[in-house]
Structures are given as structure tokens and as C-alpha cells.
């Protein structure tokens, strides 16, 4: 059984005080949490901070908003795999719609930024997704296909079992609509059967997928039933530490 990940993606936001105050707050509500694996990713200003705090907490690890592919050098403005490794960083997000669409990021450069990772021991969070309009001109598959291919290309069934899929319908993003329970699930099986063709199936089925589109504590439990959903990046509604620990507690309920 896949054990669920949760992982809150602060974007721009939270400075180092807010982030120790949410801490504050989120650690005293869900504690060391067992029965779901979470990741806190805040900017990069407040890592050392948040790292220092979560040194002693075992179920809880710290993520990454992005890194450069390349190792240290003359590259301004970015951060590489080795200054990550230095705070104790275990996840990455690499390929968020964000990402491609304001930094017109591609495939082949998630692809060489999630090879570095793992070169690293990073564990990359890969996101991927279609727009509104590729959803209504019915290229979801496609979209989904090109973007798994492109961004995993040349990795190994090994390889494969250090990463997690995040699948993030970019028209939920933000926008407070969320894929239906059922329009999630499908998207999220047809990943699986994906990868299940390009590596193996054993190997498909060990493969984390999350979801990522406006979770909330409301309709988390919802998505979390789906067989193939296999946790959450959240945004928005990670900033509130409460609320991030509703999502932690009613996605462990479900592994009662």
C-alpha cells in the first residue's frame, strides 16, 4: 500500500518569522504524525530556519521550491542541488505550472533539473498538468503523455522509485475550482497505465501520485479515497497551519 504524502508548497510567501509561527502552531496541532509522510516547502529565505526546526522531528521533511540543474557557478539568482543538500532539503518541486508558464520552463529542462536531483539524492516532486483549454479541446491524455515523457526521459525503474508525480490541472490552480473526485482519479489512473507502459507495471504501481488544485480541508477526504490519489500538493491552504493540519488529519483517518 502506497503510503500518502502531503506536501504544503508556500510559494511566495511566509518570511522566516511567519514561517516559525506556523510552525508553532501546525507542529503543536498534528505532533509526529505516523500514518502520512509531509513535506514542508517554503521560500528560500526561510529554509535554514524552517530546516533547524524540523531537525528533530522525524515524519516531517523539508522541500524545495525549484533548483538549477547545474552544479554551483555562475548562474545569478539560482539555487543548486548542493546548496539544498547543505540545509537538509529532501524534496524538490521541479516543473510546477507556475514555473512553466511565468519561466516558460520545458519538459527537457524539468527533465535535466529532475536528473540532477537524483544525481544529488534529491526526491523530486514532478508536476504536471493541462490548462482549461486542453481539457475542453480534449487533449488531457496527450498533454499528460508528452509531459511524463518529456520530463522522465532516460530514467530508471530505480530512478522512478525516488520520484513523485504531482498531477495539477492548472485551471483548478488558485482559482478555487477543483477537479471532481472522479475527473481527478481518472487523470491520476491514466498516469499510472502511462508509466506502466514506458517502464513496468510493478514499478507503476509503487509510484506516488499527488494531487494538487485548490485542496482544502473540505474536500480532501474525498480526493484522498480515490485508489490512485495518492496525497496532496497544497498550496493556498497550506498557509494556514490550521488548516494544513486538518488535511494531515483527515488524510490519516483514511489509513485507519
Known amino acids: 500500500m502506497r503510503k500518502k504524502i502531503l506536501a504544503a508548497n508556500w510559494k511566495m510567501n511566509m518570511t522566516v518569522g511567519e514561517s516559525d509561527a506556523f510552525l508553532d502552531t501546525f507542529l503543536m496541532e498534528v505532533g509526529e504524525e505516523p500514518r502520512v509522510d509531509i513535506v514542508i516547502i517554503p521560500p528560500f529565505t526561510a529554509l535554514p530556519r524552517v530546516s ?10 523539508l522541500g524545495a521550491q525549484n533548483m538549477h540543474w547545474e552544479k554551483p557557478g555562475a ?17 524538490v518541486v521541479l516543473g510546477h505550472s507556475e514555473r512553466r ?44 503523455e508528452m509531459q511524463l515523457r518529456g520530463s522522465l526521459d532516460g530514467l530508471t525503474a530505480k530512478d522512478l522509485a525516488e520520484i513523485i508525480i504531482a498531477y495539477e490541472p492548472v485551471w483548478a490552480i488558485g482559482t478555487g475550482r477543483t477537479a471532481t473526485p472522479e475527473q481527478a482519479q481518472s487523470a491520476h489512473a491514466f498516469i499510472r497505465e502511462t508509466l506502466a507502459t514506458l517502464w513496468d507495471r510493478a514499478t507503476a504501481d509503487k509510484v506516488r501520485i499527488q494531487y494538487g488544485g485548490s485542496v482544502k480541508p473540505g474536500n480532501t477526504t474525498d480526493l484522498m479515497r480515490q485508489p490512485d490519489i495518492d496525497g496532496a500538493l497544497v498550496g493556498g491552504a497550506s498557509l494556514d497551519p490550521r488548516g494544513f493540519a486538518e488535511i494531515v488529519k483527515h488524510t490519516a483517518a483514511l489509513s485507519e
Not at 533547524?52 to 521533511?61: F, M, W, Y
Not at 520545458?106 to 493541462?130: F, M, R, S, Y
Open 52 to 61: 533547524e526546526r524540523l531537525s528533530d522531528v522525524q515524519n516531517i521533511k
Open 75 to 91: 548562474y545569478t539568482g539560482e539555487i543548486s542541488s548542493h546548496h539544498l543538500r547543505e540545509l537538509f532539503v529532501r524534496y
Open 101 to 144: 508558464n511565468y519561466f516558460s520552463e520545458t519538459d527537457a529542462i524539468v527533465n535535466k533539473k529532475v536528473a540532477a536531483a537524483l544525481e544529488a539524492t534529491l526526491k523530486p516532486i514532478v508536476c504536471i498538468g493541462e490548462t482549461l483549454a486542453e481539457r475542453d479541446g480534449g487533449r488531457v491524455e496527450k498533454v499528460l
